[in-house]
């Protein structure tokens, strides 16, 4: 059964925004609240949240921040950890539709109704996007619900392994082209399955991801990703990959064919029997 969250309005939650802007956590340690008089929930019917649930969340929340030392600024690697700790417990006790994951406005409720302490901990002096949720791609904590859902897999011994596969900066190229490729949790998991087998020590991993995302992007309108299976889909991402990587190998360089074709059999050595194997 899922849950319809509140939803806070763009005025109120703009206003809110702006007044907690300057503030810290330690601040808006006590400026958190489980209901606000403006918030709405969506007309369409179905269970509303409770506010017991709401604590719930809240508290789970603040005990992962606490792990990677809150209300004390974060350094790289614990933001890192909160993050991915973050992705899987949004997702697993939410119980929220991608639907109504969607709105901006029940992720502005969170940050600045329910969280906003943890919000500031994470973002100091955030920008609007990082609270309002006027961009998903950057929101505090709608970016990893969204993260976690797209990568997901019941039948896997660890559903959200697949969260480790790329970092945020490589991950958020794949989710900001969500429109193009149709949001397609079945595509994203197949990009993944298929980036874990490359070695790409020595290349720029991220200008790689850009030019395959955009190869892929062409291919968009001529192929229904969602009607091939697994394995042929890992095989069409597998040469639009490897297409991808001879490319980079060949731009500005100069080195031979036959070069090439040893360094871009470096990057898919046993590339072929590895995705094969996770496919079945």
Do not use: C
Not at 143 to 154: E, I, S
Not at 170 to 178: G, W
Not at 231 to 249: F, N, P, Q
Request: aromatic letters at 8%; charged letters at 25%.
């Amino acid at each position: 059964m899922t849950l319809l969250y509140p939803r806070l309005l763009r005025h109120r939650a703009k206003l809110l925004a702006a007044e907690y802007k300057e503030r810290g956590a330690l601040d808006l340690n006590n400026s958190w609240a489980l209901t606000d008089e403006t918030a709405v929930f969506v007309a369409t019917g179905g269970t509303r949240v409770e506010p017991e649930k709401l604590q719930v969340l809240r508290d789970m929340v603040v005990d992962l921040a606490k792990e990677s030392g809150f209300p004390q600024l974060p350094d790289a690697k614990q933001k890192t950890a909160f993050d991915l700790r973050l992705a899987v417990a949004l997702h697993r006790e939410m119980r929220i539709s991608p639907a109504e994951a969607a709105s901006g406005d029940v992720w502005a409720f969170l940050a600045l109704i329910v969280l906003p302490d943890v919000a500031h901990w994470r973002y100091p002096k955030p920008p609007g996007d990082r609270v309002l949720a006027s961009d998903l791609t950057r929101h505090v904590f709608g970016r990893m619900w969204w993260r976690a859902q797209l990568v997901y897999a019941p039948t896997d011994a660890d559903p959200y392994a697949a969260l480790h596969v790329l970092g945020e900066a490589a991950f958020d190229q794949i989710y900001a082209r969500r429109a193009a490729l149709g949001g397609s949790p079945h595509l994203i998991k197949s990009i993944l399955r298929v980036w874990k087998q490359m070695n790409l020590a020595g290349l720029p991993e991220r200008d790689i991801l850009r030019d395959f995302l955009k190869r892929l992007l062409r291919l968009a309108p001529f192929v229904v990703f969602e009607a091939l299976d697994e394995y042929a889909l890992d095989e069409e991402l597998l040469e639009i990959a490897r297409e991808t990587v001879v490319g980079h190998l060949s731009a500005g360089q100069s080195l031979s064919a036959s070069e090439i074709d040893a360094r871009a059999a470096l990057v898919f050595a046993m590339q072929a029997s590895a995705v094969a194997t996770a496919s079945r």
